[in-house]
């Protein structure tokens, strides 16, 4: 039995790889990640392939902290439901936003599967690529370094120690501490802050002040970027 983990990239369909999209034609097998009611991943898919024809499988990923013991029944069951499936199909498809790698829902499954299931996992456009890309800034070049941190467990004290050894920080989803953030960098002297909201989506908004983003344009797909500004010469 195989298992394809596909990055479907950060929400533009044509962001979605050659190789991606041949094995969403090839497999008729499809696991799409849930919060409820939102199948954005597969929504991506669906503007480039016809999966009228393929058994796609919802999988219901709540949104709560990983580490709480109450969630490993919950993803053993998950789990049990993609293997029950694969016996049948041999080979499918698990679909995650961005790249399987980076935060992806898939990895709270992959220690009940990786003794059962080979899993292969294909490389997607990650939403901090896609971010830098719509701003547009450089993350790093030559010997700079980036911290790439959950913003919801960032406390003042780290920021300020993490900006003095990395000139770029990304925030992943500020939108739940968004007073906090502007509390935090309002103390942070000689920083750029940039805020994307849904990049590469229609809806995609780039402010290049943090002080001028509205509550309304918070949002669970969204991204801070903080940038260290250069000392110059003799200073």
Known sequence: ???????????????????????????????????????????????LIDVRDKRVINLYFP????????????WKQLSEK?????????????ITLGDPSFYSTFFYLYPYLKSLVEVKLIPGVSSV????????????????????????????????????YFE??????????WSEILNLLSELPKVKTFYVKKATFPEEEIYQNLCEVEETSLDYFSIVIVKREKEEDGT
């Not at 770029?168 to 501490?177: A, R």
């Open 82 to 94: 993609v293997v029950e499936e694969l016996k049948i199909f041999k080979e499918g498809a698990f």
């Open 168 to 177: 770029t920080l990304v925030l992943m989803k500020p939108h739940k501490s």
């Open 1 to 47: 039995m195989k298992l394809f983990v596909l990055g479907v990239g950060p929400g533009d369909p044509e962001l979605l790889t050659l190789k991606a999209k041949k094995i969403l034609e090839k497999v008729s097998l499809i696991f799409s990640p849930t919060g409820g009611k939102d199948h954005l991943a597969l929504s991506i898919v669906e503007k």
């Open 129 to 164: 690529s896609a971010v830098a890309c719509a701003i547009p800034l450089s993350l790093s070049i030559a010997d700079e370094k980036i911290a790439i941190l959950p913003a919801n467990y960032l406390t003042k004290e780290e920021a300020k120690n993490y900006l003095t």
């Open 63 to 74: 949104m709560k902290k990983t580490k709480e013991e109450s969630l490993e029944a919950h």
